[in-house]
């Protein structure tokens, strides 16, 4: 019961676990700046295709539909001017729910692309923070071939979870009342746990579990992957500062796995496949 309710704190607290470790243990600091760099390059191209069109195309939407709104009241007797009031704040409201909406979508993709990309330093990474922190380090040996393989099917079985569950949400967004609501929560849901398995993978990954085991992992830990999954998704979306909370969820999730999976679980044996 007293691991239920101290979980979630813990949880919250592993990035910043993993900043402590680095500035520590300086020798781990040449891990981060290859990655830093792709994640530079990376964020630069997200945030200018993605970000800044996708603000502009907004604001114009907005300001055209609140035009048409003044024009429809003015149309109306003056006392129900006061919607005029109600139509620019509601905009505003609109404006700043779709750049935070922006914001997490470009850190989300960020994540993707700059842990794929960055892999094999973070694999260096999650490798050393393991050794510190256990004492050793369980690695089974697949091959070249088969680990580039494994890493494309891990994308691809990410992407068959996320894909069904993104069309719900589509669907749900043209139900009246909280059809919107019910899209968003679910949206952010399975963002969270994209970004969970993502950050916990280093370590899974070197001991080859299969996929489903790496999913099955992160919800039978709830207490203390969920609020991880949290705190690392909006580290993420703040922008240039994803530059380093990236490695920082990285390190954070072999820290999280150390301390809170292996001690109850025992997955150092050969033999797993995806």
Same mark, same amino acid.
């Given at each position: 019961?007293?691991?239920?309710?101290?979980?979630?704190? %813990?949880?919250?607290?592993?990035?910043?676990? &993993?900043?402590?470790?680095?500035?520590?243990?300086?020798?781990?600091? /040449?891990?981060?700046?290859?990655?830093?760099?792709?994640? &530079?390059?990376?964020?630069?191209?997200?945030?200018?295709?993605?970000?800044?069109?996708?603000?502009?195309?907004?604001?114009?939407?907005?300001?055209?539909?609140?035009?048409?709104?003044? /024009?429809?009241?003015?149309?109306?007797?003056?006392?129900?001017?006061?919607?005029?009031?109600? =139509?620019?704040?509601?905009?505003?409201? &609109?404006?700043?729910?779709?750049?935070?909406?922006? $914001?997490?979508?470009?850190?989300? #993709? @960020?994540? /993707?692309?700059?842990? @794929?990309?960055?892999?094999?330093?973070?694999?260096?990474?999650? !490798?050393?923070?393991?050794?510190?922190?256990?004492?050793?380090?369980?690695?089974? !040996?697949?091959?070249?071939?088969?680990?580039?393989?494994? =890493?494309? &099917? *891990?994308?691809?079985?990410?992407? =068959?979870?996320? #894909?069904?569950?993104?069309?719900?949400?589509?669907?749900?967004?043209?139900?009246?009342?909280?059809?919107? #609501?019910? %899209?968003?929560?679910?949206? #952010?849901?399975?963002?969270?746990?994209?970004?969970?398995?993502?950050?916990?993978?280093?370590?899974? !990954?070197?001991?080859?579990?299969?996929?489903?085991?790496? $999913?099955? $992992?992160?919800?039978?830990?709830?207490?203390?992957?969920?609020? *991880?999954?949290?705190?690392?998704?909006?580290?993420?979306?703040?922008?240039?500062?994803? $530059?380093?909370?990236?490695?920082?969820?990285?390190?954070?999730?072999?820290?999280?796995?150390?301390?809170?999976? /292996?001690?109850?679980?025992?997955?150092?044996?050969?033999?797993?496949?995806?």
């Amino acid at each position: 019961m007293l691991n239920l309710i101290t979980a979630p704190f %813990a949880g919250i607290t592993y990035p910043l676990r &993993a900043l402590r470790l680095f500035h520590s243990h300086p020798p781990l600091r /040449q891990y981060l700046i290859i990655p830093m760099v792709i994640n &530079a390059v990376v964020g630069s191209g997200l945030y200018w295709g993605l970000l800044i069109p996708g603000w502009q195309r907004i604001d114009r939407i907005l300001n055209g539909l609140t035009l048409t709104w003044e /024009q429809w009241v003015e149309t109306l007797p003056p006392r129900l001017g006061f919607l005029v009031v109600v =139509a620019v704040g509601l905009a505003g409201l &609109a404006k700043v729910l779709f750049v935070v909406g922006l $914001l997490l979508t470009v850190g989300f #993709l @960020l994540v /993707q692309f700059g842990t @794929l990309l960055g892999a094999p330093w973070y694999g260096q990474l999650s !490798e050393k923070l393991e050794k510190m922190r256990t004492g050793q380090v369980t690695v089974v !040996e697949v091959g070249i071939v088969r680990d580039l393989g494994r =890493a494309i &099917a *891990f994308e691809l079985k990410k992407l =068959a979870l996320a #894909l069904p569950l993104g069309l719900l949400c589509f669907g749900l967004h043209f139900i009246p009342g909280f059809g919107s #609501l019910l %899209a968003t929560s679910l949206g #952010l849901s399975l963002g969270i746990l994209l970004i969970c398995m993502d950050f916990l993978d280093p370590p899974l !990954e070197r001991r080859r579990l299969p996929f489903r085991h790496k $999913l099955a $992992l992160v919800f039978r830990h709830f207490p203390v992957t969920l609020p *991880f999954g949290v705190v690392c998704f909006g580290l993420v979306s703040i922008p240039f500062v994803n $530059l380093l909370t990236v490695p920082l969820c990285i390190a954070g999730g072999t820290l999280l796995y150390c301390d809170r999976i /292996q001690p109850t679980h025992s997955f150092d044996r050969q033999g797993s496949s995806n």
